[in-house]
């Protein structure tokens, strides 16, 4: 069982920056795959980026040069640093860890991009 804690939304201006963090109830050095999802509403849960062990990265192409997926496994925290951030970004974000064939997921963490 692994249990994920996101952090670090909010609401900020077209342009700003936020972090997010996700940490993790376990070291996420054994995790296969750790990512950041996010639904908007009406719409379906949607891949962000994701970290894979070996510290491979993919980003969804609305977010590449813009987002930046990283992890720390001595904190066992996976970080989402997002800059240049448009309105069309608010949504609520999902920490996701892909471990032992099991997918877990964070409560989610709201961001919301005022124009």
């Known amino acids: 069982q692994v249990q994920l804690v996101e952090s670090g939304g909010g609401l900020v201006q077209a342009g700003g920056s936020l972090r997010l963090s996700c940490a993790a109830s376990q070291t996420i050095f054994s995790i296969n795959v750790m990512g950041w999802y996010r639904q908007a509403p009406g719409k379906q849960r949607e891949l962000v980026a994701a970290?894979?062990?070996?510290?491979?990265?993919n980003y969804a192409d609305s977010v590449k040069g813009r987002f930046t997926i990283s992890r720390d496994n001595a904190k066992n925290t996976v970080y989402l640093l997002m800059n240049s951030l448009k309105p069309e970004d608010t949504a609520v974000y999902y920490c996701?860890?892909?471990?032992?064939?099991?997918?877990?997921w964070g409560q989610g963490t709201q961001v919301t991009v005022s124009s």
């Open positions: 970290i894979i062990s070996g510290d491979s990265t």
């Open positions: 996701n860890a892909l471990y032992r064939r099991n997918s877990y």
